[in-house]
Structures are given as structure tokens and as C-alpha cells.
């Protein structure tokens, strides 16, 4: 039977809030399996993970967490950072870790990642399901590395993340911190465990054929015209208005999006910058996005409210409880970053609404830049301003 428990703490010494979260996380279990960890940015994360290695010798993975993380009790953040664990206690669920720092072929990495994770769990299986954490680049190339081990094995996670987009951000495997890799956690189980993967925006008329793009991320043209002007064009502003880091709070609650080849999910695209130098390939008001577009797809304007964005986190626990054929131990929240941003002030609306639709259940909730999962029959894929909520049955 799955238990779990969560832990945190605020404490200004950065091995005390490892401690401190471990003492909370892992109190009255023997037999700890994983402890998903997600810290500040301001902390030094080498140090938390000497506290709660001071406390737990079980497996840690996670990543710092823009801006704070939620938990039972509330929003937790401070100006001297944070850390927060939610740890399992399963005496028949098998879970192996590994991760690897960045190289120069990101899909070799991943394929390197998933035979080490599987030889970590002491099987020659795939598993039944799998976490993953990325740097906010190559988070794709990871993917498909990874499945050309296991195959098509559900993926649930998120890209690390920092307080203000500076690549300050950490991956956190075991006793290894770095920046720029991926770190996985496949779970060996018979519990049930389903991921709800959504943006929760709705479609507008607003509808382009992408013609160019560069290096993936790069968004150049959309019908012919500079990427910039055209959304700009769509949401009614002037393109010189989202020059720069402009462009991402603007396009928080007017993102764009692309949909899966079955039509069953809208994965979004969040444009991050407004370019405004060309270059000899590229025009001027290009838009560089948080994850890859292909050139001959379709994309979408998408629209929400704040309002939305706020009611949307209870909406998908609630709906991610009802998808459950055995009663959830533990909840793994990822929630975008960018639209934590957006609600601003209103987060502690989001705690009421996540602790209502929880039940009592344990869950953790972190702020990345990226988001991955799935959609009923969709492939495994990663997107931005996105929740990928999963939960853990009890059996």
C-alpha cells in the first residue's frame, strides 16, 4: 500500500530546510522509496541535499521551483527560499533513478538516462510509468531518447525553473545538482497512477499556417508574415509592445497553440521573446517559443482569463480524482511558472481550490517552465503554460 507524506521548510540555512523537510517528509516510514524534492532557487541546492541526506537515505529527485511551491498548508515561499518533499513509503513499488548532465546529442543522453534508470531498478523491463526533468532546451530530444529504450511508457513532469528566466535553474538526482541535463524516476508498479495533462485555454478563430521556423523554437513566419506582426495583429496590439520579455507576460492569458494528430489535445506554446534583430536566415519580429514548432502545421490563438487560470487547477484535480479506479495516495502537481505568474497575487486562491479538491490526500505543487504528458490516446509530449497533474492510487 502507497503512502506519502510532504515536508518543507523556509528556514534562511539551506541544509537546516533539507533537514527540516526530510524530519517532516519521511516521519514514521521505514521504508522510503523516493523523495520528490523542489527548492528555491535562492537556496544552495548541494546543501539541501545534504540535509535531507542527513535524515533519509532514499533516492531524491526534483529541481528548484520558480517562485515557491504549494503544499497542504499553503503557499510556501520566502525571501530566503524554500524546499518542499513529498515522499513515498511503498514496500512493493521498485523505483530506479538516474540522470545525466547535457551533451551534444540530447537524444543519446536520454537513451543513456533510461538504460541506467532501468538497470538502477535491477530489472531489464520498461516500467509502467515515468517522471522526468529537463533544462528548458532540449526537453524533446530527452523524450524521444528515453523512448527509444522503454517505448510509448507515460511520462509526467516538468523543465526546471528559476525566479526570472536568467537559466539560474537546477536539476537535483540524488547527490548530483547541475543546470543543464535531464533526471528521470521510473516507477515499477501495480498501483494506478494517471496523469491529467491540459492548458484549459479555449480556441479563438485565430488560426496561421506556421511557413518558417529556425532551430525548433524559433517561430519566423506564419502565413508568409513575421510571427511577430501576425500575433500581434491577432491580439490587437502594436508589435512594438512585445520587444523582448514583453512578449511573455503578455501572451500568458493569449499563448498559442498547436493540436496533436488525433484532434484530443491542445498543447501550448508560450511565446517567451519578441525578437527584433534579424539575421542573415531570419527577419525581424520573430518569436522565440518555449518548446519546438514544425514548419506546415497549424497553429492557434488561444485565450483565457485569469479568473480561469485560477478555477482551472481545481477543475483538473477534481477531474484527475474522478479518472481513478482506486483511492489516490499522493498527488505530483506541476504547474507552469508563467501562468503562476499571471495569477500573481490571487496563488493563495489556488491553494484553497487545490486543497478542497485533494481530499485530505498528500500533494506537492511546483512552478516549471515546461510542462510534459498526455492526452487519453495522444503521444507523450511537452508543452508550456500547462498543468501535468498526476496521481498515485493507494493499491
Known sequence: MLRSKVGYSTNPDSFIVGAESAQMSTKDFSNVKLNFLFTSVKNDAKKVVKGIQSITSSPIIGCTSSGGIIVPDGYINSSNGFGGILSFNDPGMTIGVACHEAGRDARTIGRKVAIEAVENAKTTRAPAYFYMIASPKEEEEYLMGIQDVIGRVPVFGGSAADDTVEGNWKIICNDKVFSDGVAVAFFYTDNEII???????????????????????????????????????????????????????????????????????????????????????????????????????????????????????????????????????????IHCGGRRLGIGSRINEVHRQLLKESKGVPFITAFTFGQYGYHEHSSNICGGLMLSFTSFGRN
Not at 499556417?209 to 496590439?237: P, Q
Not at 490563438?301 to 474522478?322: A, F, M, P, Y
Open 195 to 333: 496523469t491529467s495533462f491540459t492548458g484549459s485555454y479555449k480556441e479563438t478563430e485565430n488560426i496561421g499556417l506556421i511557413t518558417d521556423v529556425k532551430d525548433n523554437r524559433t517561430l519566423v513566419n506564419i502565413d508568409g508574415v513575421s510571427a511577430l506582426k501576425k500575433y500581434a495583429h491577432w491580439i490587437n496590439v502594436s508589435p512594438n509592445s512585445l520587444k523582448g520579455l514583453n512578449l511573455l507576460k503578455a501572451s500568458i492569458i493569449k499563448p498559442l497553440g498547436i493540436k496533436d494528430p488525433l484532434g484530443n489535445l491542445t498543447i501550448i506554446r508560450h511565446p517567451m521573446f519578441g525578437n527584433d534583430q534579424g539575421t542573415r536566415t531570419t527577419s525581424d519580429d520573430t518569436i522565440t517559443l518555449g518548446n519546438k514548432v514544425v514548419k506546415g502545421t497549424a497553429i492557434i490563438q488561444l485565450t483565457s482569463t485569469i479568473d480561469e487560470l485560477v478555477t482551472s487547477t481545481g477543475n483538473t484535480l477534481k477531474n484527475l480524482r474522478k479518472q481513478m479506479y482506486t483511492p489516490p495516495a499522493a498527488y505530483i502537481l
